[in-house]
Structure formats: structure tokens, C-alpha cells
């Protein structure tokens, strides 16, 4: 079986918590984690894709969600932030 790559990790992850196969809190407590694991291989593979990757997901998705929002909320952004990192692929950006 091929490994996945850093990317499809993270796709998967987030999928994960978005399907609701995961609380927002064990997202929340492990998503630095994952993302720590696997961005360096984002970036050596395809290094414009993993900036993309963290403009969309990391600081205009995980990192504009305060604590107090609720979990509705939460997922809202994600999923906003999710298509907007897929439309570069869509549009032929990347």
C-alpha cells in the first residue's frame, strides 16, 4: 500500500472532523500536532501547495476561530476554508 502524502494526511483529518467521526476537541488538541507531522513533507514535495495549504486552513480557518465559538461555528469555518483551499485546484490556480 503507497503511503500518503502529507497532504492527504491532512485532507483526511480534516474530513474526519467535518464528517463528525471526531469531536471538535480532539481536533482542536490534535491538529497542531498532525500539522507539525506533516507539513514539512507538504513543503519539500510541493512547496506552493503547502503555503496555500496554510494560508487557507492554518490562518484563515484553525487560527481565526476563537475559543469561544461555538462548535456549529467551528465546523462552519472549517468548511468554508476547505472549499476555498479546494477552488485553487478548480480554478487551475496550482
Known amino acids: 500500500m503507497p503511503k500518503k502524502s502529507g497532504l492527504e494526511v491532512m485532507m483526511e483529518y480534516i474530513q474526519k472532523y467535518l464528517d463528525g ?8 488538541m ?14 519539500r514535495k510541493y512547496p506552493d501547495l503547502a503555503d496555500c495549504f496554510y494560508y487557507y486552513i ?22 468554508k476554508q476547505l472549499k476555498e483551499f479546494k477552488s485553487v485546484f478548480e480554478d487551475g490556480i496550482l
Open 30 to 43: 490534535d491538529f497542531d500536532r498532525h500539522l507539525d507531522a506533516e507539513y514539512p513533507k507538504m513543503k
Open 21 to 28: 467521526k471526531m469531536s471538535r476537541d480532539d481536533f482542536d
Open 58 to 79: 492554518v490562518e484563515e480557518g484553525v487560527n481565526q476561530i476563537g475559543e469561544l465559538d461555538s462548535d456549529t461555528s467551528h465546523k462552519k469555518v472549517m468548511r
